[in-house]
T-cell receptor
Framework: NAGVMQNPRHLVRRRGQEARLRCSPM?????VYWYRQLPEEGLKFMVY????????ESGMPKERFSAEFPKEGPSILRIQQVVRGDSAAYFC?????????FGQGTRLTVV | RKEVEQDPGPFNVPEGATVAFNCTYS??????FFWYRQDCRKEPKLLMS???SGNEDGRFTAQLNRASQYISLLIRDSKLSDSATYLC????????????FGTGTRLQVTL
């Protein structure tokens, strides 16, 4: 399966803990986009990364959120000190010829 | 004003009906336009791109009106399997770029 892979599919964290979401893009792709979908809302762009480089982080909250895409391994979206408002579905995507292919998402629940 | 606006619905239609969704966008520099489909708790998937000349794919027809900054999707002969949320998506440039999503229009096709 050469599609976009995300894990975990579901993640439960208590308030104040850290959440780490992982994404491996399509085979042969060296970039990923992260989006967040809050309940009953549309997807919102968060960050665009290439290997070892953040290209556009204009959608990232200023605090507690960070993203990286190391030379080896998956891209990581890291949320520190999670709050209930962080509960959402987080999708990553590869893009090819203007079509975005999404992973199945990570559903984060903060309790 | 939201960058991409859609009527959230839901649109409840019987099988075989024709249904149309509309979408407006605020950024006149937007260059690429798409309709994505999202099933409940799943990732979005590309339904079709939208071109100024209009385009058709089976029962689905998409139209773009740049002057009015308006996009439409027409579904003919609705099937139960068309039940989903339809997301209007724009990008600011013609190349791979971050996607701006509408909140989606929910369609429920019934017997």
């Amino acid at each position: 399966n050469a599609g976009v892979m995300q894990n975990p599919r579901h993640l439960v964290r208590r308030r104040g803990q850290e959440a780490r979401l992982r994404c491996s893009p399509m085979k042969g792709h060296s970039h990923v986009y992260w989006y967040r979908q809050l309940p009953e809302e549309g997807l919102k762009f968060m960050v665009y990364l290439q290997k070892e480089n953040i290209i556009d982080e204009s959608g990232m909250p200023k605090e507690r959120f960070s993203a990286e895409f190391p030379k080896e391994g998956p891209s990581i979206l890291r949320i520190q000190q999670v709050v209930r408002g962080d509960s959402a579905a987080y999708f990553c995507a590869s893009q090819y010829l203007n079509e975005a292919f999404f992973g199945q998402g990570t559903r984060l629940t903060v309790v | 004003r939201k960058e991409v606006e859609q009527d959230p619905g839901p649109f409840n239609v019987p099988e075989g009906a024709t249904v149309a969704f509309n979408c407006t966008y605020s950024n006149s520099a937007s260059q690429s336009f798409f309709w994505y489909r999202q099933d409940c708790r799943k990732e979005p998937k590309l339904l079709m791109s939208v071109y100024s000349s209009g385009n058709e794919d089976g029962r689905f027809t998409a139209q773009l009106n740049r002057a009015s900054q308006y996009i439409s999707l027409l579904i003919r002969d609705s099937k139960l399997s068309d039940s989903a949320t339809y997301l209007c998506v724009v990008t600011p440039t013609g190349t791979a770029s971050k996607l701006t999503f509408g909140t989606g229009t929910r369609l429920q096709v019934t017997l």
